[in-house]
T-cell receptor
Framework: EDQVTQSPEALRLQEGESSSLNCSYT??????LFWYRQDPGKGPEFLFT???AGEEKEKERLKATLTKKESFLHITAPKPEDSATYLC?????????????????FGKGTHLIIQP | GAVVSQHPSWVICKSGTSVKIECRSL??????MFWYRQFPKQSLMLMAT?????????EQGVEKDKFLINHASLTLSTLTVTSAHPEDSSFYIC?????????FGPGTRLTVT
């Protein structure tokens, strides 16, 4: 069974204070690791997909990295508008004999608050 | 691009009634869509995979007769919660697959009284 653990559960930073969010995973045959941002009462907003260890992707103040056991979401000089819950999810090996895509296994998220 | 909508955004219904939630991919076609449920301060939990033109695949523990899924076109999947009970109250979110990535709708808040 695929598992995703995110830490910390909550993080409060001052504006401009850089930090990293962790996502540890166990999966049988990683097909992709995904990062999403979720604002209260809304659906997740896609940020990044990582496919193999060593891969890195950047978008504005965010940078995602991947190893064989975990992924990090680095946030550099955050602003108050970066406050949200950041979700990590994995997609493992296709389980259904009929083929097609599996859904994602999500972690519980890290609730990030950036104070001005 | 890759916009997914849901309707309604929130709904209140009485116990024992049925509720239908629509999920649409607005600017792309999606052979595969997914339905998730999220309880307060919990993670998203996959309920089922919806494939256009075929039967949905349900996750273990999800009652297929209670949560009816129809994916009749490449841009529309519907989830019907039948004989709803208060414990079905939750935030229901759909996603549509584009390439290898899932794009999520804004969610539907269901409250069963």
């Amino acid at each position: 069974e695929d598992q995703v653990t995110q830490s910390p559960e909550a993080l409060r930073l001052q504006e401009g204070e850089s930090s990293s969010l962790n996502c540890s995973y166990t999966v049988s045959g990683l097909r992709g690791l995904f990062w999403y941002r979720q604002d209260p009462g809304k659906g997740p907003e896609f940020l990044f997909t990582l496919y193999s260890a060593g891969e890195e992707k950047e978008k504005e103040r965010l940078k995602a990295t991947l190893t064989k056991k975990e992924s990090f979401l680095h946030i550099t000089a955050p602003k108050p508008e970066d406050s949200a819950t950041y979700l990590c999810a994995v997609q493992g090996r296709i389980m259904y004999s009929g083929g097609g895509a599996d859904g994602l296994t999500f972690g519980k998220g890290t609730h990030l608050i950036i104070q001005p | 691009g890759a916009v997914v909508s849901q309707h309604p955004s929130w709904v209140i219904c009485k116990s024992g009634t049925s509720v239908k939630i629509e999920c649409r991919s607005l600017d792309f076609q999606a052979t595969t869509m997914f339905w998730y449920r999220q309880f307060p301060k919990q993670s998203l939990m996959l309920m089922a995979t919806s494939n256009e033109g075929s039967k949905a695949t349900y996750e273990q523990g999800v009652e297929k007769d209670k949560f009816l899924i129809n994916h009749a076109s490449l841009t529309l999947s519907t989830l019907t919660v039948t004989s709803a009970h208060p414990e079905d109250s939750s935030f229901y979110i759909c996603s549509a697959l584009l390439g290898y990535e899932q794009y999520f709708g804004p969610g539907t808040r269901l409250t069963v009284t």
